[in-house]
């Protein structure tokens, strides 16, 4: 689940040693003097990025990567845990209590159809702006960044493609937490450290399910029937659906009335773009209008299962991921 780390060792931690350490094990280290004559080294170490000065100690890269080559994998705690003793041993340095710059949570979803289906069905999420890409979709903010993508086409020439991956739709869902405090007011603790997220790690694993979950999905509209006229307004309220669906669904709608807002229209009251956003929500997720789409209860059941099998001592069965 854990899939980059940026992590920032305190100097009260550190000795020259250090210096001596990361000089002889890093790949092609660099040996900067910096102008207030302090001395900073930086290198890789397998795809980890690594800086040492007077302020401190940075590891920044991806945890799957550095141990399986990939992150077609994802690692469980056990691994992670694991990983980070080898580190420690390594450069002979107590990573527990480094500070937390950033956590990316990630993992790789096998769907039934391909992932590009999957994207519109996504539609607004609260306290983010969603942004579509090429191969994929965004949502970000400040200090956090959700995105979706298609793994196999993010897959580098020539790298091996993982047996459960070959020939499937591999959708790639990272929530990112790009910032110390944003980790640190979740877990409730000050300065977070790598322990501590450690030590609430399936805390950890629910927000990267709560925040897919929070994400608005769109419905399919209902087919036509006669008993809709039993609710006073219905069937106005599903031609007006119909006509929504014809420009591109909720998620269209939803950008046009931000756009217009943006424009200067819909500003005469403070809340009429809003009601108005509300106003077409509601009619999209009415029961008696529509359901929700299929594509869209596959994803939450598959993030479910994967937020359970985070347990130890359980294993994600191969058709979920």
Known sequence: MIDTLKIKVS???????????????????????????????????????????NRGLIIEGSLPKYLCGSNQQSLNLSEITDGIEELNKLLEVDLYQSKVLRVDLAENIITKYPVEDYYPILSQSPYFKRLEMDNGLAYKNNSRYVVFYGKMKEIKKGEQIRDAFVGKNVLRYEYRMQKNKVISDFLRVPNATLMDLLNNYYKVVGSWADVFMKINKLHDVRPFDFSIFQKNG?????????????????????????????????????????????????????????????????????????RIFAVPGFELPAHLI
């Open 234 to 306: 219905e069937f106005e309220r599903y031609i007006k659906l119909l006509g929504v669906e014809s420009i591109g669904g909720f998620t269209s709608v939803n950008a046009t009335i931000k756009e217009a807002k943006r424009r200067g229209y819909l500003n005469k009251h403070p809340n009429v773009a809003s009601n108005l956003i509300n106003k077409f929500k509601g009619m999209s997720t009415s029961p008696l209008l529509a359901t929700k789409s299929s594509l869209a209860d596959e994803l939450e059941e598959k993030v479910k299962m994967i």
């Open 11 to 53: 100097p009260e931690y550190l000795s020259d040693k250090h210096y001596d350490i990361l000089y002889e094990t890093l790949f092609k280290p660099q040996y900067i003097r910096d102008e207030d004559g302090s001395i900073s080294i930086k290198g890789k170490l397998e795809n980890l990025r690594v800086q040492i000065n």
